[in-house]
């Protein structure tokens, strides 16, 4: 089992940069996938990226390919997303969630998911 908090996010202009990151406990963090989804007011969770165990594969949603990067340092049980050209329609609370097999089946569905931190407010001011 593990435990995933997130931490980094905070108010931006429209256009800035943030750095979330996903911080892992356990010394088996490494063999997780990792993945974040985001939930603005009044709208369903939704798939932001994700990458799998050793970061071979990695996933974005395509509003944020080119702008966000996900990476991960596995000696400090640590997962990063980099976001940046932030824009207002990307304010949501931002989650982490941790799975072994999500690479293995719907990797964008949050039940594939078992794993789910308390999630981070981001806000982007236009």
């Known amino acids: 089992q593990v435990q995933v908090a997130e931490f980094g996010g905070g108010l931006v202009q429209a256009g800035g940069s943030l750095r979330l990151s996903c911080a892992g406990s356990?010394?088996?963090?490494?063999?997780?996938?990792v993945g974040w989804f985001r939930q603005a007011p009044g709208k369903e969770r939704e798939f932001v990226s994700a990458?799998?165990?050793?970061?071979?594969?990695?996933l974005y949603l395509d509003s944020v390919k080119g702008r966000f990067t996900i990476s991960r340092d596995d000696a400090k049980n640590t997962v990063y997303l980099q976001m940046n050209s932030l824009k207002a329609e990307d304010t949501a609370i931002y989650y982490c969630?941790?799975?072994?097999?999500?690479?293995?089946?719907?990797?964008?569905?949050?039940?594939?998911?078992?794993?789910w931190g308390q999630g981070t407010q981001v806000t982007v001011s236009s």
């Open positions: 356990g010394r088996t963090f490494s063999i997780y996938d």
């Open positions: 990458i799998s165990s050793g970061g071979g594969s990695l």
């Open positions: 969630a941790a799975s072994t097999t999500a690479f293995f089946g719907e990797t964008r569905n949050s039940r594939v998911w078992a794993y």
